[in-house]
């Protein structure tokens, strides 16, 4: 099992910056896949970024390719996501997941978390 908790979450305005995180436990993550999700109320939930946790290998959605920055820290086993330039259609709840596979296909991730709320002002 893999435990993953998001943190990092708020309220800021058009123009400015966030970066959440994702602590993940419960076994190694050396084989996974770590991915970011997020879902706006009314909508389905989007692919954001992913990231093999190996090789570093790097997936963004085309609507914050750019703006947004998927890392890893081995030694902390945590996955972050920096949001620069932040507009408010980025307004959603943010979802941390792990996977096998490099895919933003979020049917194929294993794990997820409770997520952590972002609004962004105009």
């Known amino acids: 099992q893999v435990q993953l908790v998001e943190s990092g979450g708020g309220l800021v305005q058009a123009g400015t910056s966030l970066r959440l995180s994702c602590a993940a436990s419960?076994?190694?993550?050396?084989?996974?896949?770590m991915g970011w999700f997020r879902q706006a109320p009314g909508k389905e939930r989007e692919f954001v970024a992913a990231v093999t946790w190996r090789d570093k290998m790097t997936q963004y959605a085309d609507s914050v390719k750019g703006r947004f920055t998927i890392s890893r820290d081995y030694a902390k086993n945590t996955v972050y996501l920096q949001m620069n330039s932040l507009k408010p259609e980025d307004t959603a709840l943010y979802y941390c997941?792990?996977?096998?596979?490099?895919?933003?296909?979020?049917?194929?991730?294993?794990?997820w978390g409770q997520g952590t709320q972002v609004t962004v002002s105009s």
């Open positions: 419960g076994r190694t993550l050396n084989s996974y896949v």
């Open positions: 997941a792990a996977g096998r596979l490099p895919t933003p296909e979020g049917e194929e991730y294993d794990y």
